[in-house]
């Protein structure tokens, strides 16, 4: 903590010096109330699903919780336990979905990332989600249920992964494949599954510009896929394999990762106005100072191909730091107790009001691997690409015929820039200027150009050759201080955020 509080008293310093420089000034750091949010529950890798105007998250470990107003949370469900009253089948030796996997080598069941959907074919909620023995041996399980809150009754296994030539008669393999399939094609060394063949983990639902129903998936090993599903049973539909277009007839359509490159909670979205497909995954390791961050890719076609801010795709490489534009990684800024640490495994809601939201799960720098969910709204900048408000949502709305005047937007403000690495290091503020003439400082001394779209609120930042460009919107921060936020996403697949105490 002592080294944020020695840059917000450079940065009063600097502020103060800039007062004759015609640059307008917010409040300085110790002028702020500080503070972080705090949801009161605990859901990792929260899915989210709206129904009878509550928002229901549902996470590992068969974690759930619902909300009024995407500000705070309640539990509802908790524990891989026949105690949880999420499930009815979940230990009474009816379920199924244990008998490949077993018991996780770290001890215990584990249940991980599940997904709610509601099927109108169906007349049922189902939820998809998946157990696993180790990283590579998994299976992704479907369970219904008459209510969003349950109870859910486990129905049938999907898809297997991680099996060897024993256990491979414990999976669906040959009932897919049939009797002269080849599980060997599927196997590398050590009875693991091949690096091209995924981990089935991680699944989530969604519907496509023609109404069809899909399951991406898919985890570091083999990297991510995507099966459609019948909306009528719920169950996948297999492909024609085509092995030049890397569509497998068991596990799908592969989109990218893979090599054991850290890849994982993949999250579709569809949208209308812009007619792309946008794949959110997480990097890093999921604890602390894993890394672990988000990161944003789109498509024109639901089987992709899926690219980022520099129109390239993540295939089998062997390093991927570059690929994907982050949206969020660990961050700090200077209303905060504490700073922000491993934001991941994402899931996307669009209101009816039109607004996109975020979820995911948040650590922090406390030195403990508590987390929290978190709820940032999302807004498409100029170029299609979404980017998130630097705080939680308070219910802000884009200023209606957007900033008046170059001079509005003007100031100094508390800049971070979320980079493009995957790592521990918690990506602090530093001073930006905007200046009434367009130009633009940086600390560092890099300077650039700003402009604000006239009658909207976008905003275009340059800086050498990395073109950012995204939105400024007026909010307040999580300890109740007025903000004026740019959230813009760069060519160069940095994302920017900019804060200014109003």
Same mark, same amino acid.
């Given at each position: 903590?002592?080294?944020?509080?020695?840059?917000?008293?450079?940065?009063?310093?600097?502020?103060?010096?800039?007062?004759?420089?015609?640059?307008?000034?917010?409040?300085?750091?110790?002028?702020?109330?500080?503070?972080?949010?705090?949801?009161?529950?605990?859901?990792?890798?929260?899915?989210?699903?709206?129904?009878?105007?509550?928002?229901?998250?549902?996470?590992?470990?068969?974690?759930?919780?619902?909300?009024?107003?995407?500000?705070?949370?309640?539990?509802?469900?908790?524990?891989?336990?026949?105690?949880?009253?999420?499930?009815?089948?979940?230990?009474?030796?009816?379920?199924?979905?244990?008998?490949?996997?077993?018991?996780?080598?770290?001890?215990?069941?584990?249940?991980?990332?599940?997904?709610?959907?509601?099927?109108?074919?169906?007349?049922?909620?189902?939820?998809?989600?998946?157990?696993?023995?180790?990283? &590579?041996?998994?299976?992704?399980?479907?369970?219904?249920?008459?209510?969003?809150?349950?109870?859910?009754?486990?129905?049938?296994?999907?898809?297997?992964?991680?099996?060897?030539?024993?256990?491979?008669?414990?999976?669906?393999?040959?009932?897919?494949?049939?009797?002269?399939?080849?599980?060997?094609?599927?196997?590398?060394?050590?009875?693991?599954?091949?690096?091209?063949?995924?981990?089935?983990?991680?699944?989530?639902?969604?519907?496509?510009?023609?109404?069809?129903?899909?399951?991406?998936?898919?985890?570091?090993?083999?990297?991510?896929?995507?099966?459609?599903?019948? +909306?009528?049973?719920?169950?996948?539909?297999?492909?024609?394999?085509? +092995?030049?277009?890397?569509?497998?007839?068991?596990?799908?359509?592969?989109?990218?990762?893979?090599?054991?490159?850290?890849?994982?909670?993949?999250?579709?979205?569809?949208?209308?106005?812009?007619?792309?497909?946008?794949?959110?995954?997480?990097?890093?390791?999921?604890? &602390?100072?894993?890394?672990?961050?988000?990161?944003?890719?789109?498509?024109?076609?639901?089987?992709?191909?899926?690219?980022?801010?520099?129109?390239?795709?993540?295939?089998?490489?062997?390093?991927?730091?570059?690929?994907?534009?982050?949206?969020?990684?660990?961050?700090?800024?200077?209303?905060?107790?504490?700073?922000?640490?491993?934001?991941?495994?994402?899931?996307?809601?669009?209101?009816?009001?039109?607004?996109?939201?975020?979820?995911?799960?948040?650590?922090?720098?406390?030195?403990?691997?508590?987390?929290?969910? &978190?709820?940032?709204?999302?807004?498409?900048?100029?170029?299609?690409?979404?980017?998130?408000?630097?705080?939680?949502?308070?219910?802000?709305?884009?200023?209606?015929?957007?900033?008046?005047?170059?001079? +509005?937007?003007?100031?100094?403000?508390?800049?971070?820039?979320?980079?493009?690495?995957?790592?521990?290091?918690?990506?602090?503020?530093?001073?930006?200027?905007?200046?009434?003439?367009?130009?633009?400082?940086?600390?560092?001394?890099?300077?650039?150009?700003?402009?604000?779209?006239?009658?909207?609120?976008?905003?275009?930042?340059?800086?050498?050759?990395?073109?950012?460009?995204?939105?400024?919107?007026?909010?307040?921060?999580?300890?109740?201080?007025?903000? &004026?936020?740019?959230?813009?996403?760069?060519?160069?697949? +940095?994302?920017?955020?900019?804060?200014?105490?109003?």
């Amino acid at each position: 903590m002592k080294k944020y509080i020695m840059i917000g008293m450079l940065l009063v310093g600097a502020v103060s010096l800039l007062v004759g420089c015609g640059v307008a000034k917010g409040k300085a750091v110790d002028e702020l109330k500080m503070g972080n949010q705090v949801m009161g529950v605990s859901v990792h890798d929260p899915s989210v699903v709206k129904s009878d105007g509550k928002y229901y998250i549902f996470g590992s470990h068969m974690e759930a919780a619902v909300s009024e107003d995407l500000k705070s949370f309640k539990s509802f469900a908790s524990g891989v336990n026949a105690m949880n009253p999420l499930f009815d089948n979940l230990f009474t030796g009816e379920l199924e979905a244990f008998e490949f996997t077993g018991m996780h080598v770290d001890g215990g069941y584990a249940v991980w990332a599940p997904d709610v959907i509601y099927n109108p074919v169906m007349e049922k909620w189902v939820m998809y989600f998946s157990t696993s023995h180790d990283y &590579r041996t998994s299976n992704i399980c479907m369970a219904t249920a008459d209510h969003v809150e349950g109870p859910y009754s486990y129905q049938e296994t999907l898809i297997y992964s991680g099996y060897n030539l024993i256990n491979v008669e414990e999976t669906n393999f040959y009932e897919i494949l049939g009797e002269d399939a080849k599980a060997t094609d599927y196997l590398a060394a050590g009875d693991y599954n091949n690096l091209n063949y995924p981990n089935c983990i991680d699944p989530t639902i969604f519907y496509d510009e023609d109404g069809r129903m899909w399951m991406v998936y898919g985890s570091w090993s083999g990297g991510i896929w995507l099966l459609e599903l019948d +909306e009528s049973t719920g169950l996948p539909i297999h492909p024609e394999a085509d +092995e030049e277009k890397k569509i497998d007839t068991y596990y799908g359509y592969y989109l990218m990762g893979g090599l054991h490159n850290s890849c994982e909670g993949p999250y579709i979205l569809y949208d209308e106005t812009s007619s792309y497909y946008y794949l959110f995954v997480s990097y890093g390791g999921l604890t &602390r100072e894993g890394g672990y961050q988000i990161r944003q890719y789109r498509a024109e076609n639901v089987t992709g191909p899926y690219v980022d801010a520099k129109g390239k795709t993540f295939d089998y490489v062997p390093e991927h730091s570059e690929y994907g534009l982050k949206m969020m990684g660990n961050y700090m800024l200077p209303s905060l107790k504490t700073a922000y640490m491993a934001p991941g495994h994402c899931s996307m809601l669009k209101d009816e009001d039109g607004k996109y939201y975020v979820i995911y799960h948040q650590r922090f720098d406390n030195g403990s691997e508590y987390h929290e969910p &978190r709820v940032h709204q999302m807004f498409v900048n100029e170029d299609g690409w979404l980017v998130a408000a630097p705080f939680a949502t308070m219910g802000e709305v884009l200023k209606e015929g957007g900033m008046a005047s170059a001079e +509005e937007v003007s100031g100094v403000y508390y800049y971070v820039n979320h980079g493009t690495d995957i790592s521990a290091e918690i990506h602090s503020y530093e001073e930006m200027q905007l200046k009434k003439d367009g130009s633009l400082v940086l600390a560092d001394g890099s300077s650039g150009t700003w402009e604000v779209k006239e009658g909207t609120s976008y905003i275009t930042l340059t800086v050498g050759e990395a073109i950012y460009k995204g939105v400024v919107i007026e909010m307040q921060d999580e300890a109740g201080n007025a903000v &004026r936020c740019i959230t813009a996403a760069g060519n160069n697949n +940095e994302t920017i955020w900019g804060v200014f105490y109003i």
